[in-house]
């Protein structure tokens, strides 16, 4: 073997070498049966977040996340029918989800993933992972005061 020939024999190897390691050190995120899961299922069980109607997420669209719940007010009246409940952590990577009034849909403030107030998914996350449905908590109302409990 010529010496020009073993060292492009070498450099290809190397270069088959590097290309395989970083594709598999890469994975592509689009392709991941799961969604990365640390913002999870939401609060644990028994977490009990209450919102005082007197004072909070008075007018249509007002939103609040207590205890790791996000409140929205989708209707005029104080009863639970006027509310929604969700996870206020995405279940993608933990970001936090806000309710955006003009577009009436919720989305996570770290890759813009989209929900209706019912939890579906309305767009995945912007980095080309996967996100799963939100958890909804049925609403209780005692007074001025709504309540979820986990
Ligand atoms: S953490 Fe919400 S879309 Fe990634």
Do not use: W
């Not at 069980?45 to 719940?69: E, F, K, P, R």
């Not at 009436?104 to 449905?133: E, K, M, V, W």
């Amino acid at each position: 073997m010529e010496r020009n020939d073993f060292i492009k024999s070498l450099g290809l190897g190397i270069a088959l070498v590097c290309t395989g390691s970083c594709l598999s050190g890469c994975g592509s995120k689009g392709s991941d049966p799961q969604p990365n899961n640390p913002g999870g299922g939401g609060p644990a069980t028994g977490t009990t977040a209450n919102v005082d109607l007197a004072t909070q997420i008075l007018s249509i669209g007002a939103s609040v996340t207590v205890n790791g719940i996000l409140f929205i007010r989708t209707a005029a009246g104080n009863t639970t029918s006027s509310f929604a409940a969700t996870q206020a952590v995405c279940p993608h990577q933990g970001g936090a989800l806000n309710f955006i009034q003009a577009s009436n849909f919720i989305q996570c403030a770290l890759h813009a993933s989209r929900y209706t107030t019912a939890g579906s998914i309305l767009a995945q996350p912007n980095d080309g992972g996967t996100t799963s449905a939100l958890k909804v908590y049925t609403t209780s109302i005692s007074g001025n005061t709504l309540s979820v409990t986990v």
